[in-house]
């Protein structure tokens, strides 16, 4: 893997392969010197590892020394039919696997394998971290959602062991009581943020910026090696 630089900070390899049952999956895996932990992406609804916002959060959080995985959850041809169908995206069974199946890679890499683990979810991703942590217990120290949908998670809400942060704009209110329904599920040490001013895809000036802020001192706080 070769080295770039960001922010000053040295990285590691800023593309690979995930196998994912019967699938590859494309990543984008950037690992600062002397990281403490590592942040896995979960993204939402039609979006992909290039998602704007999220590669917004992960810089933030790498120049915090966090490493961070953005992956896409869906092949080209499992994109191409969830943009006719808009089925896969709900998936959150598949959307969890393919989750799971990239944790297992990071633990499996010689320079990750130390890490301790975090889920960054937004849309239905995040229903797909919170049902992934609850599969994986203790292995996953953090997850933080970002205009979430953590109800689609169901069942496994109150099966969830690691701290959750759940972040939605102000003015998402049908997201807002949804958060509100999974939150009082939830089991874990959690916190719900209101952001002011702030709509689904947190557009308005300032909005993700303040994301970023809370989710990399949720990360920091709770994932220490």
């Excluded at 922010?7 to 392969?17: A, F, I, L, M, R």
């Excluded at 010197?33 to 916002?53: M, N």
């Excluded at 953005?70 to 896969?88: K, N, V």
């Excluded at 939830?186 to 689904?200: G, M, N, Q, S």
């Amino acid at each position: 893997m070769k080295p770039n630089q960001d922010n000053g900070h040295e990285q590691k390899g800023p593309e690979g392969t995930i196998p994912a049952g019967r699938v590859t999956l494309q990543g984008e895996l950037i690992i600062p010197t002397k990281a403490r932990g590592i942040v896995l992406f979960a993204h939402g609804s039609g979006s992909s590892r290039h998602s704007p916002r999220n590669q917004q959060v992960a810089r933030t959080l790498r120049q915090a020394g966090l490493g961070t995985l953005l992956f896409d959850l869906l092949t080209a041809e499992e994109e191409e039919q969830d943009m006719r169908t808009r089925q896969l995206r709900f998936d959150i069974s598949l959307l969890a696997a393919r989750l799971v199946d990239a944790t297992s890679w990071i633990t499996g890499r010689s320079e990750t394998q130390h890490l301790h683990i975090g889920y960054f979810g937004s849309s239905t991703g995040a229903a797909a971290a919170l049902t992934a942590a609850a599969q994986l217990g203790e292995k996953i120290g953090a997850v933080v959602s970002r205009g979430g949908r953590p109800d689609l998670a169901g069942a496994g809400l109150p099966e969830v062991k690691a701290a959750t942060l759940l972040m939605v704009g102000e003015r998402d209110t049908a997201v807002i009581g949804l958060n509100e329904q999974a939150f009082a599920k939830l089991r874990c040490v959690k916190e719900l943020k209101i952001i002011p001013r702030a709509t689904h895809l947190f557009e308005e000036p300032g909005t993700l910026e303040e994301v970023a802020r809370l989710a990399t001192e949720w990360f920091d706080r709770k994932l220490q090696t």
